[in-house]
Each structure stands twice: as structure tokens, then as C-alpha cells.
């Protein structure tokens, strides 16, 4: 399972970082488990944005949300996630993709940050957010009115590019339909040198959730959501090349990008130390 995606004979090698941009202090562990532990206790949560570099191409996963959005929530904002790229050497301006692992808040407030960027989404995400399901309060509860009108403005701008299942965006690069989350939740793939990283965003929000095969309470589709767990191992080189996309474990098993980023930014494309 951990060969080259098909189609592929020589996938481009990037380098994979996970940048830090801002933290939620007060949630409990009874908040993050669709099956509840009755020992609870303090878990926090921690946001990031990823970027693969190579050569030929930059790709970033998923776009935060802004500082507004953070006040308004109470959530710890460390700084802008477009400047938390530049610090590890990365111009949102020269990005050229975006993948949109699925439309809620916290993953996509900041489309106006990368102005030359193609964006990626599935079909089924586009239609969760446009269509009936939002009749229903807690599926639209995570999603920002504004958020849907700038991806629509963006279609009509031929920015938008859709995906329906997997599907490559460049050699060592690909998305894959997971759902569960959210209706048209994508994980990305990435080669990288040591071999390929699943970034599996809110497919598990932490690796508890994985290893407890327990979704996130906010979930579409239980069941898919725990297919997604094993789909994310399947395209992984190992269960320890997914990498979730809350966890503030993910600070600690992986190396710092430099001192000065200790605590910012890390590098995936390493094996974890922890």
C-alpha cells in the first residue's frame, strides 16, 4: 500500500512542514470523543496549517482562520497562518495550490492570503455546504456563510479546482474522499524522504482518536469516519506517517524546524522521535 500512487513512476520529493498558528486552551477530553471516557480531564487543542516544497511546485493544506475569528471564540492567535509560512521560507503569494481538506471555520478564513494559488475541493464538500444538509443546524454549525460565498466567487474566477474521490495535483501530491467529518472530508498524500505522509487534517483530529477508533464528536457519518482512520494508514507509508490535525502531540514527536521555531513549526518529513 505504501508504493507509488498509480500513475506515478517517479513522484516528486517534498519537504513537509507543520506550522503552528494558534491554540485553544479549555477544551476537556470528554469534548473530543464521540464516545465519551468518564476519567476527563484537560485536553487542549492546537491549529496548524502544513506546506510541501519541492522544486517545482508549494502546496499548502488547509488556511486557518484569522485573528477576528479567534476573539470572538477565545482562542489563543499566535500570528497570521500566512506568516507563519514565511517563517519557514514560504511566500503565500508564490503558493501555487491549496488543498481544502473540508469547509469549516478553522480551515478556511483566509482565502485573500494566497492570491495566485488553485484551490482543491472535493465535489461532495461543495455540495454539503451549498446544499440540503444545511437545512440541519449542527451540519452547518461549523461553516461560515462568508467562507461559502468567497469559495463561490473563486469558482467563478476558475480558481476552483474539483475532486471527485482521489485525485493528483502533481507527481507525489494527491487527495483522497474520505467523508465522515464532514460530507466531503479529503485527506492529502505526500511523497516525501521518508516515504509518503498522510495529512489527514479532521479525518482524526488526534492520534487518540485514531487509536481509540473514536470520532470527533463533530462528525457527518460515524462509520466513514472510522473507514477514514484505516484509509489514512492504507495511503501511509505507516500508521506513524499520519499525521492528525490537532494534536498538540504533534509539537513534541516531531523535530523543530529551527530553535528560533520551537514550538511554531516542525518538520513531517522526518520520523518522529517520540
Sequence with gaps: HAGEHPGVTSPDCYALYAVRYAHNPHRRQSHNFIFNDPHDGPMPMDYF???????KRTVVVDMGFTEETAEK??????RCPSD??????????????VIIT???????GNFDKFPNAQFHIQDAEQRYI??????????KGGVMVDDVCTLIRNVYRERVTFHDGSGTLAPGISVHHVGGHTKGHQIARIFTKRGWVVVASDAAHYYANMEKRSPFPAVYNVGDNILSFDKAVELAESPDHVVPGHDPLVMERYPAVSNDLDGIAVHLDVAPTA
Excluded at 496549517?49 to 522544486?55: G, L, M
Excluded at 507563519?84 to 495550490?97: A, E, H, Q
Aim: net charge negative; proline share 2%.
Design 49 to 55: 496549517i502544513w506546506v510541501a516544497v519541492s522544486d
Design 73 to 78: 471564540r477565545n482562542h489563543d492567535f499566535f
Design 84 to 97: 507563519g509560512l514565511r517563517l519557514v521560507g514560504v511566500d503565500p503569494g508564490t503558493v501555487d495550490d
Design 102 to 108: 473540508h469547509m469549516h471555520w478553522d480551515h478556511v
Design 130 to 139: 451549498t446544499g440540503r444538509d444545511t437545512h440541519w443546524k449542527g451540519f
